[in-house]
């Protein structure tokens, strides 16, 4: 009898190889290369679909070479690059190298890091990953906490342990309305929109979060909070969480951390830091003052694939006491047979995921390739570069240069005899289109910041590839275009 099904899924170990090693070839090339690109593609949505063409679900196979090379083909010439150095958009950094090699490794494997007995190893290395970011960023090692998709994962899976561990016991039996209380949630109003998301999803509304203003620094103004969860309390609220940022997304602002952890026990109110982003900045010895009050977080959400440069996707929710994740998320179904060993944990009892993938290996790998010391390295660089930019903007007549903090710098073009105050309105217009036309003609790749009513352009930069030519060079293609747009705009 036949013991080999045939199976059009598989593919043999010769072919594999081959296929492999010239794919291999092509990414080496790819990633050597990659600063000879245009950073975005020049094609619209509809040339897209025209060059992807319009059939309907193939009926029967074809060979995987033939698909790997035109995969390789669709994806290296018509994707926007943000490993190429004059990247510097929104928060997405350049992928390590080793990641790429690392999420093949993991697939190849192929372990569910939901329970352990089905990912012996890969949930050991994911503790470990999880342990090494708590070092990373100075606080205990004793956190616990999972990896997960991104930062608003990871915000939502702090969001959810905080309602647990302060919402009335009987919550998770009879929901909301365990309580005539409305439950709120704090934040700075520079709050990225996972909170919002949150709020909704998980049945509070959007009423129940208080966006605090900020202060000219750009800081939550921490007396109004304390002021508002005052008022919430005269109010029969029950006030239950604060969020504070580590690194807001339009400037890089960090909160008053120390000053948030105090309210916090003031009020008994759970301490959630957003620092997605800027966590990572905290390995810096001379920046550990900003982030003072980091240690007291009951949760702390990070992004490896921002500023650890891991490709996507990468998250991280950190927790003081893991029992909260547990409490949260753990359930016993009987068609679950797992050992109950004092030294296992299936990370399905940890977050919203159940099935898992291995995503802890390229962050892994990454803090070992690298080290503290070289990641601390890298982004001191990177900090470097965004105050490069910030001084050439500065001492440029054409240019204004806004806010600089962490690696995000602020400015926009500003045509010789306008000024902020008399032309306000067609300068946020000048630099909007200005915008446009940097993001469409695929030189550099900025995007935007409104900081207090000005349309700025706004480079963050967590690109290790990104070097002080690029930044010249930026700030040479801006200027030019700056001043063709401002032609055709008059
Ligand atoms: C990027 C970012 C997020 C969202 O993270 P994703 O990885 O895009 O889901 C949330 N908060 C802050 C501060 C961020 O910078």
Redesign the pocket.
């Known amino acids: 009898m036949e013991r080999h099904r045939k199976k059009p899924i598989d593919i043999s170990k010769d072919e594999f190889r081959k296929i492999g090693y010239s794919l291999i070839d092509s990414i080496s090339n790819f990633i050597e290369t990659i600063d000879e690109k245009p950073v975005t593609t020049k094609k619209t949505p509809l040339q897209l679909q025209k060059i992807l063409g319009s059939q309907s679900l193939p009926e029967n196979g074809t060979p995987p070479e033939e698909l790997l090379s035109k995969a390789t083909d669709l994806l290296f010439n018509h994707s926007l690059l943000n490993g190429h150095p004059k990247f510097l958009g929104y928060?997405t950094s350049s992928a390590a190298p080793i990641g790429a090699l690392a999420d093949l490794l993991a697939a190849s494997v192929n372990p569910n890091v939901g329970g352990q007995m089905l990912s012996p190893i890969a949930t050991e290395i994911e503790k470990q990953t999880v342990k090494w970011l708590a070092e990373f960023i100075g606080v205990s090692p004793n956190y616990g906490g999972i990896l997960v998709s991104?930062?608003?994962?990871a915000?939502f899976t702090a969001f959810l342990a905080a309602r647990t561990a302060k919402a009335p016991k009987n919550i998770k039996e009879e929901g909301l309305s365990s309580s005539s209380k409305k439950l709120i949630v704090y934040c700075s109003k520079t709050t990225?929109t996972?909170v919002e998301k949150a709020a909704i999803l998980f049945g509070h509304g959007s009423k129940s979060i208080r966006w605090i203003p900020t202060g000219s620094s750009n800081k939550m103004n921490n007396d109004i909070l304390e002021h508002t969860i005052k008022e919430d309390l005269e109010n029969g609220n029950q006030p239950f969480m604060i969020v504070g940022?580590a690194?807001?997304?339009s400037t890089g602002t960090i909160d008053d951390l120390k000053a948030i952890a105090t309210i916090c026990k003031t009020y008994d109110l759970w301490f959630h830091i957003?620092g997605?982003?800027g966590v990572p900045a905290a390995v810096v010895p001379e920046l550990k003052g900003l982030f003072d009050g980091i240690k007291e977080a009951d949760s702390i959400a990070l992004?490896p694939?921002?500023w650890l440069y891991t490709p996507l996707e990468a998250?991280c929710t950190l927790v003081k006491n893991p029992q909260h994740l547990l409490d949260t998320y753990s359930s016993h179904p009987e068609y679950y047979h797992l050992k109950d060993d004092d030294f296992s944990q299936n990370y399905f009892e940890y977050g919203l995921q159940n099935s898992r993938g291995f995503r802890a290996l390229k962050v892994w790998l990454a803090l070992q390739q690298v080290g503290r010391k070289g990641y601390e390295n890298m982004i001191c660089e990177d900090i470097e570069l965004s105050k490069l930019l910030f001084t050439q903007a500065k001492n440029h007549p054409e240019l204004k240069a806004v806010t600089q903090n962490l690696s995000i710098t602020t400015f926009r073009y500003i045509p010789l005899g306008y000024t902020e105050v008399n032309n306000n309105d067609y300068l946020n217009k000048l630099n909007e289109e200005l915008l446009n036309k940097l993001q469409s003609e695929g030189d550099v790749f900025v995007s935007n910041a409104i900081v207090k009513d000005k349309y700025c352009l706004r480079a963050c930069i967590v690109n290790f590839r990104t070097s002080k030519k690029d930044i010249e060079e930026v700030v040479e293609i801006i200027v030019n275009l700056g001043r063709k747009v401002h032609k055709t705009l008059n």
Request: overall charge negative.
């Open positions: 928060i991104g930062g608003n994962m915000n990225h996972w940022t690194g807001d997304v957003d997605a982003y992004d694939h921002k998250g």
